[in-house]
């Protein structure tokens, strides 16, 4: 068994006693197969017993399955599919379970749709048939989309929603918090950090912690960082007015730099540039495999930022009203002089 210095929290409805620091599996893929396997090996022998992964995080999965199917009886596993189709999920279902090496997927994701497949939409219908195989036990779903999470959260649909949540989230994104506990929803927060935006995860974590149905899915890629949290969870910080006056703060200068990638503008750019992958692309190079953000198609897709004509409505159609054009020269200059550093294209 793993340590017990994490102290557990109850997920919504789903019943799993589950670690209020909790392990996000995106940034491994940066790590080599030893590396990965022993960072979560030292976080479950730390406490945790929550690790979030997908299948679209390249090898994420197989590396929780070298490291952690010896112990599966006593973690929590949750993993996305990206797919619409119920072919496709079941495809990626059986991908998952072998890489992860396992035979159920706690809780299974349906990855940012921007839809609400419901009951009557086949990507339900097979997870619901997963389900009743035994192969998951809870149908879940993740959003970038405040407008689509609130809507999503109240259908009993899913058990869980894994949202954005972070020290520069607003009153309105942490509202969520309180719509999930009226419907007995399992809270995870994704990117506690803003993919790396944020440097220092006091602030966050006891944000979040104060919610008391929040489980922060922290991205961790390196062994201090993961002591880092353990530290924290050792004496959880308390929110208090300086810590506030520093989150005030930290919205005021960073939170027009964070782009939590709903995609609401992208079907209205002119352009045709994918902005909620080219305003993130400085957080996708840090944060996950940079060489699946380097290939020709990624380069030619950034090149497109260059069309952009500052028509503006990109920003009208921005739910955290970002200055979006601003944020994707930044996000482009920033690209370019990767590419230059390391010699690419």
Same mark, same amino acid.
């Given at each position: 068994?793993?340590?017990?210095?994490?102290?557990?929290?109850?997920?919504?409805?789903?019943?799993?006693?589950?670690?209020?620091?909790?392990?996000?599996?995106? !940034?491994?893929?940066?790590?080599?197969?030893?590396?990965?396997?022993?960072?979560?090996?030292?976080?479950?022998?730390?406490?945790?017993?929550?690790?979030?992964?997908?299948?679209?995080?390249?090898?994420?999965?197989?590396?929780?399955?070298?490291?952690?199917?010896?112990?599966?009886?006593?973690?929590?596993?949750?993993?996305?599919? $990206?797919?619409?189709?119920?072919?496709?999920?079941?495809?990626?279902?059986?991908?998952?379970?072998?890489?992860?090496?396992?035979?159920?997927?706690?809780?299974?994701?349906?990855?940012?749709?921007?839809?609400?497949?419901?009951?009557? #939409?086949?990507?339900?219908?097979?997870?619901?048939?997963?389900?009743?195989?035994?192969?998951?036990?809870?149908?879940?779903?993740?959003?970038?989309?405040?407008?689509?999470?609130?809507?999503?959260?109240?259908?009993?649909?899913?058990?869980? $929603?894994?949202?954005?949540?972070?020290? +520069?989230?607003?009153?309105?994104?942490?509202?969520?918090?309180?719509?999930?506990?009226? #419907?007995?929803?399992?809270?995870?927060? $994704?990117?506690?950090?803003?993919?790396?935006?944020?440097?220092?995860?006091?602030?966050?974590?006891?944000? +979040?912690?104060?919610?008391?149905?929040?489980?922060?899915?922290?991205?961790?890629?390196?062994?201090?960082?993961?002591?880092?949290?353990?530290?924290?969870?050792?004496? !959880?910080?308390?929110?208090?007015?300086?810590?506030?006056?520093?989150?005030?703060?930290?919205?005021?200068?960073?939170?027009?730099?964070?782009?939590?990638?709903?995609?609401?503008?992208? !079907?209205?750019?002119?352009?045709?540039?994918?902005?909620?992958?080219?305003?993130? $692309?400085?957080?996708?190079?840090?944060?996950?495999?940079?060489?699946?953000?380097?290939?020709?198609?990624?380069?030619?897709?950034?090149?497109?930022?260059?069309?952009?004509?500052?028509?503006?409505?990109?920003?009208? #159609?921005?739910?955290?009203?970002?200055?979006?054009?601003?944020?994707?020269?930044?996000?482009?200059?920033?690209?370019?002089?990767?590419?230059?550093?390391?010699?690419?294209?």
């Amino acid at each position: 068994m793993g340590g017990n210095a994490v102290e557990k929290i109850r997920l919504g409805r789903t019943g799993l006693m589950v670690t209020r620091s909790s392990f996000g599996a995106l !940034p491994i893929q940066r790590l080599d197969m030893e590396g990965a396997k022993k960072l979560l090996r030292a976080a479950y022998d730390a406490g945790i017993n929550f690790f979030d992964t997908a299948r679209a995080y390249t090898d994420s999965e197989e590396k929780i399955g070298e490291a952690l199917s010896d112990v599966r009886k006593d973690i929590v596993i949750s993993s996305k599919t $990206m797919s619409k189709t119920a072919a496709g999920l079941d495809k990626d279902l059986e991908t998952s379970l072998r890489y992860l090496k396992t035979d159920y997927i706690d809780i299974y994701q349906f990855h940012n749709p921007q839809f609400i497949p419901d009951e009557g #939409h086949e990507l339900y219908q097979a997870a619901k048939k997963a389900k009743e195989a035994g192969k998951i036990r809870f149908i879940s779903v993740t959003n970038h989309a405040l407008k689509r999470a609130k809507e999503m959260v109240p259908t009993g649909l899913f058990d869980t $929603m894994q949202f954005p949540l972070s020290a +520069l989230s607003g009153e309105d994104e942490l509202e969520l918090s309180a719509l999930c506990r009226q #419907h007995d929803v399992g809270l995870i927060a $994704m990117k506690g950090l803003c993919g790396g935006l944020i440097t220092d995860p006091t602030a966050s974590f006891a944000l +979040l912690r104060s919610y008391g149905n929040i489980v922060p899915i922290w991205g961790i890629q390196k062994l201090e960082e993961l002591e880092q949290f353990i530290q924290l969870e050792k004496k !959880p910080p308390v929110l208090d007015d300086v810590m506030r006056e520093g989150i005030e703060r930290d919205r005021r200068e960073l939170g027009s730099s964070f782009c939590r990638g709903c995609g609401y503008c992208v !079907p209205t750019c002119p352009a045709k540039i994918t902005i909620n992958v080219a305003a993130r $692309m400085s957080l996708f190079l840090k944060r996950t495999n940079p060489a699946l953000m380097t290939t020709p198609e990624q380069r030619a897709g950034m090149d497109k930022v260059k069309d952009c004509i500052d028509c503006g409505i990109c920003r009208t #159609h921005c739910p955290y009203n970002l200055d979006t054009p601003v944020l994707l020269r930044r996000e482009y200059a920033y690209y370019q002089q990767y590419l230059k550093e390391n010699n690419i294209g």
